[in-house]
């Protein structure tokens, strides 16, 4: 480790990007430097060349720019919406349904649910405007700096006096962070480091869940356990021949031998659809707890019968 990592506490290298919350539409619209550089950049198109079609559908030289969806439209189209389909779902129910304690326990949590998704929209909406200003502040130096660079530069003092190697040598040879800067890495470690205990309570979950499952297997009873010992000590002569002759025509070299593979074949299954032994996943179950997956048979059963109507 070099003296250099030692003022940041012993941690070197490059930050990955943090990944935004609000992907598929921005909150602001570009500003002019923004716009100037998603113009400047290469689509890999030579001039006079047309544009490519494909299915009738062309692909435009100059990026796509999406659509402004603001953090209170975004709050209306989910929050709020979700709060009148929950409306709706009470106003349907019986009046001894709705009375019960169960109903009126789900119905808080939903509400609990939207207050705390408007507080985490609200809080990265504030985060973001910070950023904003922060890199303003930051590119308003570092033009103020080009500026005085370019006086020094074309002064006479300059142009008669050259610099010498003890005046390069004089002072730190790196330039040093200014506060706008440390602010955004503080902010980018601080996302990084969230991201990582995030993924370490996840995997921590997923284990516990897997033990969860395989404890279905588990020998508890002297009847479960006798079973195992005569499995265990028997030869199953049928399935002992079945793979004795699959290895013989495997070494044979016939292209129909068949080898078991059902392990792998598992795993594969598993990770493709997001199980743990072929049981519900930790995504299947978050799933099932938070509500999405009844949010969505709700929305769709509303929206059917709007259509109905």
Known sequence: MGKGALKFGGKSGILPTPRPIFRRNPIRAPTAEEREHAQSLEQGYAEGVPEPQRAGMKFPRAPLIKPVVTVSERIAATIDRR????????????????????????????????EHLRAAYLAEEKRLVK???????????????????????ESDATKLTLPTVDSYLQG???????????????????????RQDLAVQEQRASDVLDLYHAASEFITTEAELDQAIKDAFEVNVGKFESKQM???NK??????AVTHQTTNEGLVMDHALGEINGQPGLDSIESTLDGEIERLRLEAQYMASQQNQ
């Not at 009046?95 to 019960?100: F, G, K």
């Not at 040879?173 to 902010?187: V, Y």
């Not at 070494?251 to 129909?256: S, T």
């Open 83 to 114: 709060a009148q389909v929950d409306a709706h779902k009470a106003s349907q129910v019986k009046p001894e349904v709705r009375q019960s304690s169960d109903f009126e326990w789900e119905l808080k949590k939903n509400e609990i649910r939207r």
């Open 246 to 248: 699959a290895i013989e």
């Open 172 to 194: 730190s040879l790196m330039r040093q962070r200014t506060p706008e800067e440390r602010a955004i890495m503080e902010e980018q470690r601080t996302i990084n480091r969230k």
């Open 131 to 153: 950023l904003d200003e922060l890199k303003q502040k930051q590119a308003k130096r570092a033009q103020e700096e080009k500026a005085r660079e370019r006086v020094y530069e």
């Open 251 to 256: 070494l044979a070299g016939h292209a129909y």
